[in-house]
């Protein structure tokens, strides 16, 4: 009888594996700075940059005053591509951009504020700078994108056990 | 000579904490409640009176002396927590104030009792914490973690909670005396509004118009804390107004109709004004085809026995999410020479109406937002939208004001978030004026065919996000302050804002109106050219309406500031960007 507390940790463990066998730019650091970043990542999409306000905790994408926000862990995008709409946001929508200099000259798709006018993304509820942008990459790429639908462990993992967040997917 | 000696050491021990105790509060009941103008030094009720005037009687901050007005203490607060999908909790409460004690509440329910009577600092002698499962709770709050305050009753504190539990507590210590939960966040509800108290009733409803609720309006008998009565604004099949849900699929059950503002209380039909909230799914009217009453209404009940006397709809098939939960203020006045009892509501769908308040019949109405393109007016006779078509199931409106299955992009004037949201008006008596802060602008809708939820057979569960579909900023959205006649609805004086207004009016007999801004702007305005007469900034957003009282016969005026700065407002005033959050309570007197 495996408990649930152990699943979960087998379930951090895994992800963490998986991180370090799937990633070359993770190669050199140690699995400890991989589980950091991730922890990081994890912050930033939770709580600081509040990703999961619009994109579900689990990333699988949400409507209405969120706006219609994508599912991450059905992308097809790359790490870069999805730094970069982190970075950037996507013009013409609700997704924010993070980087505090976006659109003050041309880095962002080679257009800036004035090129956009009404399509400027949305300002973010918080800049991030490259290091935070990488960690909720890295956070995303090791939990959510290309997985199925998120399960009660998945669940008990972004909110712990102190809430009743989880007991509607309780089997 | 003994029994006096007896005597003088019976009360000595009485006299010693009269001494030390700066507060000699009465306990609170009805007749206070119906007589709080009696009472200018205090703000007894959320809206300063049952009629809902957010009125204060007091004169000594006037145009004249504004200019020594200053902030005289600050008291910093909690709630800043995060929480589900929040980072933080806003504030956007009145405070109550009786005798020289202030009952304030943060975003997560915490109340605060606040000794001011030394008018040189808040002194907090209690704190409850209701405790909130803040993941469970945030995660199904629609659009922010909000607590707009407490009510007083006896000499008991009434106060809510985010996840739909509501407290008693004693008002000189915090403790708890009972909690009773009534909104359920597994099913979507959450509780945002401050309680209204009729004699020995304590009445709420549940915010959840974007997660599938049925909406209600509950009240609790204070004696007891258990439900005296609940009503559902989503008429059931047999009750009438059921047949305005067309669909044939029992979507009424899900059909929203929140409920998250407190009404207001005309004493003498004993009646109270409820504003109710939009339909769900919001921006999806085909999935609910018929009118959807009374979402988008004012329902005028009996406070005993929660019986409707009548219901307007403003918005029949709402296809904006012009929720209509806000204010409803009680006036008595003269339209063309003749006495009229009217109930009067800045709603936001862009028109001011004024109703007969006993027959709830259409007296006038008309548009005070800037900019209005869904229809091209109100019917002269039944204040209906002047293009509702009374024989579509799904109405268009002016088309491409809102988006329909198959052409789901639209552009919508005022923006869904209203001409006026949440934010209260205030009324100025002597003048006859009303005034209302605006969010003034347009913003773009786009509607995404709803699904259903498990129970009927589809793939959503209780908590899913129920919208059919977003919004998007299509251009700046900006402020405005008009002050309107509140028999027609016609504008008298208006200024215009740099932000849309998401904190609510105060008006005193100062002829001053008080308002604070996203920038931390906390003005007063000349209550009839609507000048601006003083400024100061808080140097945090204000999301909160102000309110006025008097210690030792010094006038001040309170107003909580620290809320998120919507990424919304936010979009095209980049001005914005880098100002925090905080959660404060500042204080003004004349120096």
Same mark, same amino acid.
């Given at each position: 009888?495996i408990?649930?507390?152990?699943?979960?940790?087998?379930?951090?463990?895994?992800?963490?594996?998986?991180?370090?066998?799937?990633?070359?730019?993770?190669?050199d650091?140690?699995?400890?700075?991989q589980?950091?970043?991730i922890?990081?990542?994890?912050?930033i999409?939770?709580?600081?940059?509040?990703?999961?306000?619009?994109?579900?905790?689990?990333?699988?994408?949400?409507?209405?005053?969120?706006?219609?926000?994508?599912?991450?862990?059905?992308?097809?995008?790359?790490?870069?591509?999805?730094?970069?709409?982190?970075?950037?946001?996507r013009?013409?929508?609700?997704?924010?951009?993070?980087?505090?200099?976006?659109?003050?000259?041309?880095?962002?798709y080679?257009?800036?504020?004035?090129?956009?006018?009404?399509?400027?993304p949305?300002?973010p509820?918080?800049?991030?700078?490259?290091?935070?942008?990488?960690?909720?990459?890295?956070?995303?790429?090791?939990?959510?994108?290309?997985?199925?639908?998120?399960?009660y462990?998945?669940?008990?993992?972004?909110?712990?056990?102190?809430?009743?967040?989880?007991?509607?997917?309780?089997? | 000579?003994?029994?006096?000696?007896?005597? +003088?050491?019976?009360?000595?021990?009485?006299?010693?904490?009269?001494?030390?105790?700066?507060?000699?509060?009465?306990?609170?009941?009805?007749d206070?409640?119906?007589?709080?103008?009696?009472e200018?030094?205090?703000?007894?009720?959320?809206?300063?009176n049952?009629?809902?005037?957010?009125?204060? +009687?007091?004169?000594?901050?006037?145009?004249?002396?504004?200019?020594n007005?200053?902030?005289v203490?600050?008291?910093?607060?909690?709630?800043?927590q995060?929480g589900?999908?929040?980072?933080?909790?806003?504030?956007?409460?009145?405070?109550?104030?009786?005798?020289?004690? !202030?009952?304030?509440?943060?975003?997560?329910?915490?109340?605060?009792?606040?000794?001011?009577?030394?008018?040189?600092?808040?002194?907090?002698?209690w704190?409850?914490?209701?405790?909130i499962?803040?993941?469970?709770?945030?995660?199904v709050?629609?659009?922010?973690?909000?607590n707009?305050?407490?009510?007083?009753?006896?000499?008991?504190?009434?106060?809510?909670?985010?996840?739909?539990? !509501?407290?008693?507590?004693?008002k000189?210590?915090?403790?708890k005396?009972?909690?009773?939960?009534?909104?359920?966040?597994?099913?979507?509800?959450?509780?945002?509004?401050a309680?209204?108290?009729?004699?020995?009733?304590?009445i709420?409803?549940?915010a959840?118009?974007?997660?599938?609720?049925?909406?209600?309006?509950?009240?609790t008998?204070?004696?007891?804390g258990?439900?005296?009565?609940?009503?559902?604004?989503?008429?059931?099949?047999?009750?009438?107004?059921?047949?305005?849900?067309?669909?044939?699929?029992?979507?009424?059950?899900?059909?929203?109709?929140?409920?998250?503002?407190? =009404?207001?209380?005309?004493?003498?039909?004993?009646?109270?004004?409820?504003?109710?909230?939009?339909?769900?799914?919001?921006?999806?009217?085909q999935y609910?085809?018929?009118?959807?009453?009374?979402?988008?209404?004012?329902l005028?009940?009996?406070?005993?026995?929660?019986?409707?006397?009548?219901?307007?709809?403003?918005?029949?098939?709402d296809?904006?999410?012009?929720?209509?939960?806000? $204010?409803?203020?009680?006036?008595?006045?003269?339209?063309?020479?003749?006495?009229?009892k009217?109930?009067?509501?800045?709603?936001?769908?862009?028109?001011?109406?004024?109703l007969?308040?006993?027959?709830?019949?259409?007296?006038?109405?008309?548009?005070?937002?800037?900019?209005?393109?869904?229809?091209?007016?109100?019917?002269? $006779?039944?204040?209906l939208?002047?293009?509702?078509d009374?024989?579509?199931?799904?109405?268009?409106?002016?088309?491409?004001?809102?988006?329909?299955?198959?052409?789901p992009?639209?552009?919508?004037?005022?923006?869904?978030?209203?001409?006026?949201?949440?934010?209260?008006?205030?009324?100025?008596?002597?003048?006859?004026?009303?005034?209302?802060?605006?969010?003034e602008?347009?913003?773009?809708?786009?509607?995404?065919?709803?699904?259903?939820?498990?129970?009927?057979?589809?793939?959503?569960?209780?908590?899913d996000?129920?919208?059919?579909?977003?919004?998007?900023?299509?251009?700046?959205l900006?402020?405005?302050?008009? =002050?309107?006649?509140?028999?027609n609805?016609?504008?008298?004086?208006?200024?215009?804002?740099?932000?849309?207004?998401?904190a609510?009016?105060?008006?005193?007999?100062?002829n001053?109106?008080f308002?604070? $801004?996203?920038?931390?702007?906390?003005?007063?305005?000349?209550?009839?050219?609507?000048?601006?007469?003083?400024?100061?900034?808080?140097?945090?957003?204000?999301?909160?309406?102000?309110?006025?009282?008097?210690?030792?016969?010094?006038?001040?005026?309170?107003?909580?500031?620290?809320?998120?700065?919507s990424?919304?407002? !936010?979009q095209?005033?980049?001005?914005?960007?880098y100002?925090?959050?905080?959660s404060?309570?500042?204080?003004?007197g004349?120096?």
């Open positions: 009888m408990t649930r507390r152990y699943r979960v940790a087998l379930l951090l463990i895994a992800v963490v594996t998986a991180v370090t066998a799937g990633r070359a730019s993770a190669k650091a140690s699995p400890a700075e589980a950091r970043v922890a990081q990542g994890k912050d999409f939770k709580t600081k940059a509040t990703c999961q306000f619009c994109h579900k905790w689990d990333a699988s994408g949400d409507q209405g005053y969120g706006g219609n926000a994508l599912s991450l862990r059905a992308t097809k995008l790359t790490p870069a591509q999805v730094a970069e709409t982190v970075k950037c946001g013009p013409g929508t609700g997704m924010p951009y993070h980087d505090q200099f976006a659109y003050t000259d041309k880095r962002c080679g257009v800036s504020r004035a090129d956009l006018g009404n399509d400027m949305p300002e509820n918080s800049f991030l700078n490259s290091d935070e942008i990488d960690a909720v990459v890295k956070y995303l790429f090791a939990t959510d994108v290309g997985r199925g639908p998120s399960t462990d998945d669940c008990v993992v972004f909110w712990g056990t102190e809430t009743r967040q989880c007991e509607s997917m309780k089997q | 000579m003994r029994r006096l000696l007896s005597a +003088a050491l019976l009360i000595a021990p009485f006299l010693a904490a009269s001494a030390l105790t700066p507060v000699h509060a009465a306990d609170m009941n009805f206070r409640g119906l007589n709080a103008g009696k200018p030094q205090n703000w007894l009720l959320y809206y300063g049952y009629q809902g005037f957010r009125f204060s +009687a007091l004169d000594q901050i006037n145009g004249d002396s504004v200019k007005l200053k902030p203490f600050s008291v910093a607060l909690g709630g800043l995060s589900g999908r929040y980072a933080f909790g806003n504030l956007e409460g009145t405070p109550i104030v009786e005798d020289g004690m !202030m009952y304030v509440t943060d975003g997560w329910g915490s109340v605060y009792a606040i000794d001011v009577s030394s008018g040189t600092r808040g002194l907090v002698k704190k409850f914490d209701p405790g499962d803040r993941a469970w709770a945030g995660d709050a629609c659009c922010g973690v909000n707009r305050g407490v009510a007083l009753w006896k000499d008991k504190i009434i106060s809510i909670a985010l996840d739909g539990r !509501m407290f008693e507590l004693n000189a210590t915090g403790e005396v009972w909690e009773r939960k009534i909104a359920d966040p597994a099913l979507g509800e959450t509780i945002t509004m309680p209204l108290v009729i004699r020995d009733l304590a709420v409803g549940p959840g118009g974007e997660f599938g609720i049925r909406g209600f309006v509950d009240a008998d204070l004696n007891t258990q439900q005296a009565w609940r009503t559902y604004t989503i008429p059931a099949p047999g009750e009438p107004g059921s047949d305005t849900w067309k669909d044939g699929e029992n979507r009424w059950q899900h059909g929203g109709a929140p409920v998250w503002e407190t =009404a207001t209380y005309d004493a003498e039909s004993d009646t109270i004004y409820q504003g109710i909230g939009n339909a769900g799914a919001d921006w999806d009217p609910r085809p018929g009118d959807n009453k009374w979402a988008a209404s004012v005028a009940m009996n406070p005993t026995n929660g019986k409707i006397k009548w219901g307007f709809q403003y918005t029949p098939n296809p904006y999410d012009f929720d209509e939960i806000s $204010e409803h203020p009680v006036i008595d006045t003269k339209i063309n020479g003749k006495d009229r009217i109930v009067v509501h800045a709603a936001r769908n862009g028109f001011f109406y004024a007969d308040r006993t027959s709830g019949t259409f007296v006038g109405g008309k548009q005070y937002v800037d900019k209005l393109n869904w229809t091209t007016g109100l019917d002269p $006779e039944t204040g939208p002047a293009n509702y009374p024989k579509a199931d799904v109405q268009v409106y002016s088309p491409g004001t809102h988006g329909m299955r198959g052409n992009m639209a552009t919508v004037c005022p923006s869904h978030f209203g001409a006026k949201n949440w934010e209260p008006t205030a009324y100025n008596p002597n003048l006859n004026l009303i005034y209302v802060p605006s969010v602008g347009c913003d773009g809708l786009e509607t995404v065919e709803e699904k259903s939820f498990t129970d009927q057979g589809g793939p959503l569960k209780p908590r996000r129920f919208s059919g579909g977003s919004f998007k900023l299509t251009g700046r900006y402020g405005s302050l008009k =002050a309107l006649d509140p028999t609805g016609e504008t008298k004086a208006s200024v215009k804002l740099d932000f849309p207004n998401y609510g009016a105060l008006a005193t007999a100062g001053l109106v308002l604070g $801004e996203a920038d931390g702007t906390f003005a007063a305005y000349d209550a009839k050219t609507l000048n601006k007469v003083w400024t100061y900034n808080v140097g945090t957003g204000i999301n909160a309406p102000a309110v006025s009282y008097s210690v030792n016969g010094k006038q001040y005026v309170a107003v909580l500031a620290g809320s998120r700065q990424p919304f407002v !936010m095209n005033d980049p001005q914005l960007k100002t925090s959050t905080s404060m309570l500042f204080v003004f004349l120096n």
